[in-house]
């Protein structure tokens, strides 16, 4: 069994900053390729950032610049630091993955099998 659990988010105002975590139970977290999306309301999912199980990470040109994804594999957690924040990041955002994922560094948001409940983040202007 798989269980994500994200949490971090809240409202802040345009120019700032928010640190999202993911902690994951089930299958050994070192071997986990992970990725964070998110979804506005009426819009698709989007994938924002993803991690393999080397460290190497990706970005959407949307967040690129103003996002760090980053792992924790003593902690099983995933991180999501986000800088200036702008309302156009307004959106609930979840952590994915699946198991034997490690080398799978993709940002298609239906890739993996399991997501968590989704930490919410408001920008207001």
């Known amino acids: 069994q798989v269980q994500l659990v994200e949490s971090g988010g809240g409202s802040v105002q345009s120019g700032g900053s928010l640190r999202l975590s993911c902690v994951i139970y089930?299958?050994?977290?070192?071997?986990?390729?992970i990725q964070w999306l998110r979804q506005a309301p009426g819009k698709d999912p989007e994938g924002v950032a993803a991690?393999?199980?080397?460290?190497?990470?990706i970005y959407s040109d949307a967040v690129k610049g103003r996002f760090t994804i980053s792992r924790d594999n003593a902690k099983n957690t995933l991180y999501l630091q986000m800088n200036n924040l702008t309302f156009g990041d307004t959106a609930m955002y979840y952590c994915a993955t699946e198991p034997d994922s490690g080398w799978t560094l993709t940002l298609d948001p239906s890739r993996f099998k399991y997501r968590g409940q989704g930490t919410q983040v408001t920008v207001s202007s």
């Open positions: 089930g299958p050994p977290f070192r071997t986990l390729g």
């Open positions: 991690i393999d199980t080397g460290g190497r990470p």
